[in-house]
């Protein structure tokens, strides 16, 4: 590429389409994405994430995306923030989905997955699974499942 002689990248085709890629495009190699970032990198200097176009997708996508840096997910993070602080998983917008998620969701610090794991919490107090819909299913998944405090499985 004779533009941007230092630019090592997949598809040089991305460069300069309108669309501002990440990472290895968006850099000063590859003048920014052929100029394609320079907006993107005015309103969240510093935010290095591999799908760009998650930030302000209306979806809080957690951990990387949820920092200062990318504007706490583009301002999609803000409300999930405010009600559970310190929740820090990889999915939050699974959070209170009407489905209880186990380990990491299913904590205090989040709510009990939003609410989604109470009625399993008090059949289960002592179950550390990471599907909470197992225990019980009719099916009988063995391992950590398997187990007292599990119900054996729910039963």
């Known amino acids: 590429n004779k533009k941007y002689p230092g630019c090592h990248v997949d598809y040089l085709s991305f460069i300069g389409d309108d669309n501002c890629h990440g990472r290895e495009y968006?850099?000063?190699?590859?003048?920014?994405?052929?100029?394609d970032c320079i907006d993107f990198n005015t309103k969240y200097p510093g935010c290095d994430v591999e799908y760009l176009s998650r930030i302000g997708d209306g979806f809080c996508n957690g951990r990387e995306y949820d920092t200062e840096e990318c504007g706490w997910d583009g301002g999609d993070c803000i409300d999930f923030n405010k009600k559970?602080?310190?929740?820090d998983v990889d999915y939050p917008y699974?959070?209170?989905?009407?489905f209880c998620h186990g380990r990491e969701y299913n904590t205090e610090v989040c709510g009990w997955d939003g609410g989604d794991c109470i009625d399993?919490?008090?059949k289960y107090p002592?179950?550390?699974?990471?599907?909470?819909?197992?225990i019980g299913?009719?099916?009988?998944?063995?391992?950590?499942?398997?187990?007292?405090e599990c119900g054996w499985d729910g039963g």
Do not use: M
């Open 26 to 35: 968006n850099t000063e190699e590859c003048g920014w994405d052929g100029g």
């Open 84 to 87: 559970y602080p310190g929740c």
């Open 137 to 148: 299913d009719g099916r009988c998944d063995g391992r950590e499942y398997n187990t007292e």
């Open 120 to 122: 399993f919490n008090k």
């Open 126 to 134: 002592d179950c550390d699974v990471e599907y909470p819909s197992q």
């Open 94 to 98: 699974i959070i209170g989905d009407g």
